[in-house]
């Protein structure tokens, strides 16, 4: 007789969250920017975070994607604690070899593109591949060749980033996060440094990515966007989560006169 597991159980397991993080604490010179922070996001859900310049959004997406350290606080990936150790009651932050491992199932794409400048698109995606997992030069060219498809540049393969216009780059640095296939891919303001004409293009792969199913947290000032892709829209301001709903009552009907404030701007 085989036993299957109670529902109660399947449950949990599927509406576990993909990402989870309690109570994040962090500061800089004394200046505490994030308060406690508290933030979940399930397997194909697009949340989009809004809110002013220093409100702390790209600081919470730094301590999510293990490139900073928090103060306080747990970061959870698929239900495991990730970033740090807990030994005799004691949290420690784990070294940079088991981070670098970890890193592998976040993606992320800054607003500035970091391509390396004397390598071609191609070999900019491959990278992730050949050196942090070890794969052969074919089968990484032929993997990243399928991302640089997948994000409309497969003609510009073997181009340098300088031959390439900054939407195309983006859309580069977009292949080099998915090409090691994540868990959550985190944007932080992903168009925010390209000119106006060419915000669309980098806009479409990633609505295609949310129809595709990819998990995804976009820190962003679209707010076209977040109206039109996100499934929850977060009002981030002075290093907490103000309002978080879903988009129709977040854009029609805020419950927060901060939020009500910010959107009088934005729109």
Do not use: W
């Amino acid at each position: 007789m085989i036993l299957l597991p109670e529902s109660s159980d399947i449950e949990r397991t599927v509406d576990q969250p993909v990402l989870n993080v309690k109570n994040l604490h962090k500061a800089y010179h004394g200046q505490e920017v994030l308060k406690g922070v508290e933030f979940e996001i399930r397997k194909g859900q697009v949340k989009a975070v809004l809110g002013p310049s220093g409100s702390g959004k790209s600081t919470m997406l730094r301590l999510m994607a293990l490139l900073e350290p928090a103060d306080q606080g747990e970061i959870l990936l698929n239900g495991n604690i990730i970033g740090t150790s807990v030994r005799n009651g004691k949290t420690s932050h784990l070294p940079e070899r088991v981070l670098a491992k970890q890193r592998q199932d976040i993606g992320m794409v800054f607003q500035k593109f970091n391509l390396f400048p004397h390598l071609t698109a191609c070999r900019n995606v491959m990278l992730g591949l050949t050196s942090v997992k070890g794969v052969s030069h074919t089968a990484a060219r032929e993997h990243a060749m399928e991302m640089l498809e997948r994000v409309g540049l497969a003609n510009r393969a073997d181009h340098y980033p300088s031959e390439l216009s900054g939407g195309q780059q983006q859309r580069v640095a977009i292949a080099r996060a998915l090409v090691l296939n994540p868990a959550v891919m985190l944007f932080d303001e992903p168009t925010s440094a390209l000119d106006p004409e060419l915000v669309g293009e980098v806009l479409d792969v990633m609505e295609k990515l949310a129809a595709e199913g990819m998990t995804m947290i976009v820190v962003t000032h679209e707010v076209r966007f977040a109206s039109r892709v996100a499934s929850e829209v977060s009002l981030f301001d002075g290093g907490v989560i103000v309002e978080q709903s879903p988009p129709d009552d977040f854009f029609n009907r805020p419950q927060h006169e901060r939020t009500r404030k910010f959107l009088s701007h934005v729109h």
